[in-house]
DNA sequence: ATAATTATCGTCATATTGACAATAAATGGC
DNA sequence: GCCATTTATTGTCAATATGACGATAATTAT
């Protein structure tokens, strides 16, 4: 018996991670400089090629290792969108599904190596154009930052920028970065402290710093930044976000 | 020169598409009978493969003219998520990536045609399992109706399941379609109309129906639906979904 | 010790919501 | 034509959330 349809075409399919974080007060996204043609020597989201028998998320995190030079996954990844295949790669039609990786700080294969050098970049210059990216990667980091400034407003992934256990100061500068704003610390304060299911106390303090102590927070069991506590809202009513700073101090 | 690196792996794409509707007060997906294995006999969304220089929307616009007999894109299109490519598809490494439609209900091509047959079924019946869904279309479905759902809240889409003229009561019955909720008439229609950049008053009025004529909006300009318009929110504060109903009457 | 810094609690006016009363304007039955 | 019924629309009111900011607490810096 034959079901016979025509045969389909193949495409190569890539995925690449738009790796966030926040740090020196300001969004960070990771990116690689090119070895190889195409867009040899500009910059690019880290990513590559899925290989047989792989899940999305699964060959994103192998890309970040391999790329990045991370061994575990480092924060909160999930899938943004896809893009192509038509009229991306002057090599031909190549699907890409981008990722979006929300992390703390984390160290990179440092620039200057000779194989490959992935380092952070401030998002906002990025995408004012002061780096020349590779492909659609400056579309593609745009809507990944749109995705994580709307994700901020009513899930718990503030604190995937975060260590495991933070300050409410601490995730308030993560959303100042996120958003480019500078939100009340009190009413930030009263917001973060009072939703029910966001936050859990540890009963231990901050040390070091300047000023008081604060208390040290963790996310509560609910919030956890997994896939499916974020699909739903935690944040409810959400924190909405206010007008972007003009720019001045 | 040559830029030596393995010749990557190529997979079939498809594009699938959750075409829902409100009809009959329910929301109602359209779905196809397959004739072919795999799944012969089962339903399945309308999709089929992506053709070499083809973009993904224009894939998705393409099979639904093919699989329901549309002539027009009928409402609104948007990317809901990509899927695969391991362990969805009995034939081997299939990459999927769902697209979202909702549209005022529109007809398609019969069933009990010889050839295909396409239908709209109460999303309620097949995420209760009453049908049996090819592939992992079960859950393509249930992320697509939650993506609904949750662009209610912050976006003007529910009027892409009305008409381009419509009462404020009509929209309403789309919100308690797809939340499955019996909101307020009253405080529904203080917010739709005190939403700016929502709704446009037509100046014209319903008639034939039983009760008070309504008056006819259409959307406000800003807010029509096209993806520039709905990225971004437009009822800020969101309008909030209650819980669903319990299930009585 | 004192100043500076940051955390945390409170206050108050304003905006938004949810529940529901009341009125307006049509249709349908007689 | 008259009245009950239905639906649309305006309004009221208490509860809740927000934004702006005062005041106090508990540290480090000098």
């Given at each position: 018996?034959?079901?016979?349809?025509?045969?389909?075409?193949?495409?190569?399919?890539?995925?690449?991670?738009?790796?966030?974080?926040?740090?020196?007060?300001?969004?960070?996204v990771?990116?690689?400089?090119?070895?190889?043609?195409?867009?040899?020597?500009?910059?690019?989201l880290?990513g590559?090629?899925v290989?047989p028998?792989?899940?999305?998320?699964?060959?994103?995190?192998?890309?970040?290792a391999?790329?990045?030079?991370?061994?575990e996954?480092?924060?909160?990844?999930?899938?943004?969108?896809?893009?192509?295949?038509?009229g991306?790669?002057?090599?031909?039609?190549?699907?890409?599904?981008?990722?979006?990786?929300l992390?703390?700080?984390?160290?990179?294969i440092?620039?200057?190596?000779?194989?490959?050098?992935a380092?952070?970049?401030?998002?906002?210059?990025?995408?004012?154009?002061?780096?020349?990216?590779?492909?659609?990667?400056?579309?593609?980091?745009?809507?990944?930052?749109?995705?994580?400034?709307?994700?901020?407003?009513?899930?718990?992934?503030?604190?995937?920028?975060?260590t495991?256990?933070?300050?409410?100061?601490?995730?308030?500068?993560?959303?100042?970065a996120?958003?480019?704003?500078?939100?009340?610390?009190?009413?930030?304060?009263?917001?973060?402290?009072?939703?029910?299911?966001?936050?859990?106390?540890?009963?231990?303090?901050?040390?070091?710093?300047?000023?008081?102590?604060?208390?040290?927070?963790?996310?509560?069991?609910?919030?956890?930044?997994?896939?499916?506590?974020?699909?739903?809202?935690?944040?409810?009513?959400?924190?909405?976000?206010?007008?972007?700073?003009?720019?001045?101090?």
């Amino acid at each position: 018996m034959n079901t016979s349809y025509p045969e389909p075409a193949r495409f190569p399919v890539t995925v690449d991670v738009v790796a966030l974080t926040v740090s020196a007060g300001a969004l960070q996204v990771l990116l690689i400089t090119r070895l190889i043609e195409p867009f040899k020597g500009s910059m690019a989201l880290p990513g590559g090629f899925v290989l047989p028998g792989e899940g999305l998320i699964e060959a994103a995190t192998r890309e970040l290792a391999e790329e990045a030079g991370v061994a575990e996954q480092p924060g909160y990844l999930e899938q943004l969108q896809s893009y192509g295949p038509k009229g991306r790669d002057p090599r031909g039609d190549v699907l890409t599904v981008a990722h979006l990786l929300l992390a703390p700080n984390f160290p990179v294969i440092a620039a200057g190596s000779d194989a490959a050098s992935a380092g952070w970049y401030p998002v906002k210059d990025v995408l004012a154009g002061e780096y020349s990216l590779a492909f659609d990667h400056a579309e593609i980091l745009s809507d990944a930052v749109e995705r994580a400034r709307s994700k901020l407003e009513y899930s718990p992934l503030g604190a995937a920028f975060c260590t495991p256990e933070f300050t409410i100061a601490q995730l308030r500068a993560v959303y100042d970065a996120v958003w480019d704003t500078k939100l009340d610390p009190r009413n930030f304060h009263r917001k973060a402290t009072g939703t029910p299911g966001f936050l859990e106390d540890t009963g231990k303090m901050s040390t070091g710093e300047a000023g008081r102590p604060a208390a040290l927070f963790r996310l509560a069991p609910q919030a956890h930044t997994t896939r499916a506590a974020c699909a739903h809202a935690v944040l409810n009513p959400p924190l909405m976000r206010p007008a972007a700073l003009t720019g001045q101090d």
